[in-house]
Nanobody, 124 residues
Framework: QAQLVESGGGLVQAGGSLRLSCAAS????????MGWFRQAPGKEREFVAS????????NYADSVKGRFTISRDNTKNTVYLEMNSLKPEDTAVYYC?????????????????WGQGTQVTVSS
């Protein structure tokens, strides 16, 4: 299995931006879909964005459409999540995960090899 390390989280004011990175090691993620999920305190983990292995297909949660952009650099075995116009409700721990296949799925069960997460806090 791949080992994933997320980075780029932090404290930002509402309206600000952050760029999360997810670096994979131990296995190439080139032929797998990748996803970002988040979990706020007291809430279940929820889907944020996903990208197919070719990067030709992406999916976003309705709550982040138009504000977040997922991308990948297979030469660096890394996936990114560009987050703009951040809102306090975006506050959560953000996790990346490797897909079980090539399709940019939205369900937690479609992913494996989760990272440890990176905290994103948006102040009002």
């Amino acid at each position: 299995q791949a080992q994933l390390v997320e980075s780029g989280g932090g404290l930002v004011q509402a309206g600000g931006s952050l760029r999360l990175s997810c670096a994979a090691s131990g296995r190439s993620i080139r032929v797998y879909a990748m996803g970002w999920f988040r979990q706020a305190p007291g809430k279940e983990r929820e889907f944020v964005a996903s990208i197919s292995w070719t990067a030709l297909s992406t999916n976003y949660a309705d709550s982040v459409k138009g504000r977040f952009t997922i991308s990948r650099d297979n030469t660096k075995n890394t996936v990114y999540l560009e987050m703009n116009s951040l809102k306090p409700e975006d506050t959560a721990v953000y996790y990346c995960a490797v897909g079980r296949g090539v399709v940019a799925g939205t369900g937690i069960h479609e992913y494996e090899s989760w990272g440890q997460g990176t905290q994103v806090t948006v102040s009002s």
